[in-house]
């Protein structure tokens, strides 16, 4: 494993870090929380410092799997996230299964936010969270700065050590993660962001350089929701309650067209998974990928992602040639959330 500092700060973190929400939500199957401590102290052993959690990953349990993994914190870094009013619900816990993925209500505000920090203080049984993110913001909390005056505060009193943005659903809001880092200079912003996905990521990560701000990002779904594994097929079916069940079939079908355009990056050392993750640490502001992993074999595999071959510049630039080209395969644009509301600003100040 291999390990990156953020800009201007002490907060150092692994290369390939561990996301929760594949052991405390039903998304990507069911986990028992032995199973998920078991693969959460294993990650350690193979070098994983960073632990990705969210106060909304089942109702507080990702938070809580962290606390009896790591009980006294030991050398990992805790990232959690805030914004989910899931506490008016059930009181706290969702007990008939039938959310999915729907969006719970935000809540802001200073009383709520403060609450939620203080909870998950609570479950993660520390005193201080290293990384804590606001969770799939929109461009009103982008905007407010009492919010951002709360999380100085939150800094300030010792509870925090740093800062930032979680941006998705889908593929993520493009101004929001632009206004984060070029307004807010912002210390981290998690995106999604793949060789499959480039865009919004690129123009976040370019306006990052642009400004010579202090961002480091985290990089989810850097797979395409399993897809740069290789290892589907179009005979795969996901089973019920998995989040890709849901995406229709032309996205299975293309997916396995495009890959079959990045079999070059398979080494009898590098599988294309690690490739995958290789890609995206060939960018230096990234200071951690987070792969979805589900089962001990992919621990195993992803862990080892940062010391297997790096990606030559003569593979980097044929990544660049297939995408440009959609890798070959015609597919209708994507709608990316914010982009119309900002385009109809644009056009209102414009006249």
């Known amino acids: 494993m291999k390990y990156r500092t953020y800009p201007h700060s002490d907060i150092t973190v692994s290369e390939v870090g561990f996301g929760l929400w594949t052991t405390a939500t039903g998304w990507w199957g069911e986990k028992t929380d032995d199973e998920a401590v078991a693969m959460l102290r294993e990650a350690r052993d193979l070098g994983i410092t960073l632990f990705d959690a969210a106060d909304t990953y089942g109702n ?16 990992v870094v805790y990232a959690t996230k805030f914004g989910y009013d899931f506490y008016n619900f059930g009181n706290g816990r969702y007990e008939d299964g039938t959310r999915g993925q729907n969006e719970i209500p935000h809540d802001f505000s200073p009383k709520f936010v403060r609450f939620a920090l203080e909870q998950s203080l609570k479950r993660l049984q520390t005193d201080c969270i290293d990384i804590y993110q606001i969770h ?33 659903p889908a593929i993520g809001w493009l101004y929001e993660g632009i206004d984060a880092v070029q307004k807010r200079n912002i210390a ?14 690129n123009a976040q990560i370019t306006s990052a350089h642009d400004a010579n701000a202090d961002t480091g990002f985290m990089i989810r779904v850097p797979h395409s929701s399993g897809m740069l594994e290789g290892k589907y097929t ?34 009898p050392n590098r599988t294309l998974g690690q490739a995958a993750i290789q890609w995206l640490l060939n960018e230096p502001r990234v200071m ?14 992803f862990a080892g992602a940062p010391d297997t071959l790096p990606l030559t510049a003569e593979e980097l630039q044929h990544i660049t040639e297939l995408y440009a080209q959609n890798f070959g395969i015609e597919e209708p644009p994507m709608n990316f959330k914010g982009t119309m509301e900002r385009a109809a600003q644009n056009l209102a100040v414009s006249h």
């Open 188 to 201: 981290t912003l998690q995106i999604i962001w793949n060789i499959l996905e480039q865009y919004p990521g």
């Open 136 to 168: 799939n913001a929109r461009m009103s909390q982008i905007e407010d700065d009492i919010l951002f005056e709360l999380l100085e505060d939150f800094k300030q009193e010792g509870k925090v050590r740093m800062y930032g943005v979680a941006l998705g």
């Open 288 to 301: 951690s990928v987070l792969p979805n992993i589900y089962d001990r074999e992919q621990l195993r595999e």
């Open 234 to 267: 179009e005979d795969t079916v996901f089973p019920a309650g998995d989040h890709r069940r849901h995406r229709p079939k032309s996205w299975l079908i293309n997916g396995i067209k495009k890959i079959e355009h990045l079999r070059f990056l398979e080494l």
């Open 60 to 75: 507080g349990r990702s938070e809580e799997q962290l606390a009896k993994a790591f009980g006294g914190r030991a050398d």
